[in-house]
């Protein structure tokens, strides 16, 4: 089974800037999809963003769409978000999650994944 490791959490203020970073085993961006989710306390997990295998394509939540962006390096084997004028609402615990890819959209429905990694916890204070 494939494993995530997630990095790249971190305090910062509103308005600014972090990149969190996915690592997997390469066959893992070739054969499933790879999503970010986030779980803030007293809430349920959200999808983020998806990204298809072999990065074809790449699917956003409408809140994240224009300060969110999905990246991949397959130098490092890694799958980043690059998140962009943060807000105080943005504070969660963020996971990066896979699933085998069988065809048809990558969804962002935490109920479809089936490997998580541990999270990275990003906080926004404003």
């Known amino acids: 089974q494939a494993q995530l490791a997630e990095s790249g959490g971190g305090s910062v203020q509103a308005g600014g800037s972090l990149r969190l970073s996915c690592t997997a085993p390469?066959?893992?961006?070739?054969?499933?999809?790879v999503a970010w989710f986030r779980q803030a306390p007293g809430k349920e997990r959200e999808g983020v963003a998806a990204?298809?295998?072999?990065?074809?394509?790449?699917v956003y939540a409408d809140w994240a769409k224009g300060r969110f962006t999905l990246s991949q390096e397959n130098a490092k084997n890694s799958l980043y978000l690059q998140m962009n004028s943060l807000k105080s609402e943005d504070t969660a615990l963020y996971y990066c999650?896979?699933?085998?890819?069988?065809?048809?959209?990558?969804?962002?429905?935490?109920?479809?994944?089936?490997?998580w990694g541990q999270g990275t916890q990003v906080t926004v204070s404003s």
């Open positions: 990204s298809f295998p072999e990065a074809a394509t790449r």
């Open positions: 390469r066959n893992v961006y070739r054969s499933y999809c």
């Open positions: 999650a896979a699933r085998v890819y069988y065809g048809g959209r990558c969804s962002l429905f935490p109920s479809d994944y089936e490997v």
